[in-house]
């Protein structure tokens, strides 16, 4: 057998890394062969629930789990690991600004980075999953300079998995038929999601999602709307925030860093723009990438017409006042 890994979830005593901890150990992610070593990172506070979390881990008896970490120490918890979901974060309270949330989560990502630069293997692969997601990643890799900013992705994919299933259901195909649905830009309701350039399998062939769906008017607005809104539809029915399709979608994102996309199709996750499609460089936007070899690409040559301009514009704007905060608050 392959020689463990040792792989961090923080936030392990919260409601994701309750489903996320399973898939791992089950070997959905690193392969069903690969044995794992789990560092599990919560608060202090926490630390009681986690040991509850621990017991159950235990309880599974899963041959693949060949060591548990559980600590709230940074340097434990990030030591030698080469995978990293960044789960952990301060969720918004009543009465919190936009703004006390950034600061908080910002700074938590700042320490974090800096943990990460000093005690993690320089191949870590890291996926920030913890919202404000997309800046938070940004700054924990600014603060871990050692580490190559390519290692560092933010989770659409969530969003993208809502696309997809949003997309077979009108069509009345299998999740499968459909691919190549993207998210563009921030996790927040300024995301684009754009099925304009999807496509749909049928009967061995491959149809554009537009013509399948005769160019029907919903693919640019009800579409999209539901989609950056599923979020809040999900907390309003369960009265607690999406759980098992995060884990699923953390799970999903970063089987593909590990194993590479299929061929022909492509995912969406956040990752440091080159300038592509006239996004500002330096920000963590959600673009469609090919991976191989554990390295991605951004998707080039798509078409961009002028309600797709408009949404990328709209969300690299959010993305680009919630940098200049971040910046500012981690100076303070
Ligand atoms: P929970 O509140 O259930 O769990 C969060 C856990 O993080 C708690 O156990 C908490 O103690 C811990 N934590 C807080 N500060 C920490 C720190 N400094 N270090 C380590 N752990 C820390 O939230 P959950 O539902 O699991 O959601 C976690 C995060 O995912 C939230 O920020 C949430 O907004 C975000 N989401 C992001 C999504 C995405 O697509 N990118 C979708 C799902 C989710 O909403």
Known sequence: ???????????????????????????????????????????????????????????????????????????????????????????????MERKDLLSANVKIFKAQGEALDKYARKDVKVMVVGNPANTNALMCSKYAPSIPKENFS???????NRAQAAVANRLGVR??????????????????????????????????????????????????????NRGAAVI???????????AKAAADHMKDIWNGTAPGTYTSMAVLSDGSYGVPADLMFSFPVTIANREWKIVQGLPIDDFSRAKLDITAKELLEEKEDAVALCQD
Not at 28 to 53: A, K, R
Not at 236 to 246: D, F, G, N, Q
């Open 1 to 95: 057998m392959a020689e463990p890994i040792r792989v961090v979830v923080t936030g392990a005593a919260g409601q994701i890394a309750y489903s996320l901890i399973y898939m791992l150990s089950r070997g959905e992610v690193f392969g069903y062969d690969q044995p794992i070593i789990l560092h599990l990172l919560d608060i202090p506070p926490m630390m009681g629930v986690l040991e509850g979390v621990v017991m159950e881990i235990t309880d599974c008896a899963l041959p693949l789990v060949v060591g548990v970490v559980p600590t709230a120490d940074l340097s434990v918890a990030f030591k030698d690991v080469q995978a990293a979901f960044m789960v952990g974060s301060m969720p918004r309270k009543q009465g």
């Open 154 to 160: 933010a989770m659409t994919r969530l969003d993208q």
């Open 175 to 228: 999740i499968n038929q459909v691919k190549n649905v993207i998210i563009w830009g921030n996790h927040s309701s300024t995301q684009f999601p754009d099925a304009l350039n999807a496509t749909v399998e049928v009967g061995g062939a491959s149809k554009s999602v537009p013509q399948a769906l005769n160019n029907d008017p919903w693919l640019k607005e009800e579409f999209v709307t539901t989609v950056q």
């Open 236 to 246: 309003a029915a369960r009265k607690m925030s999406s759980a098992m399709s995060a």
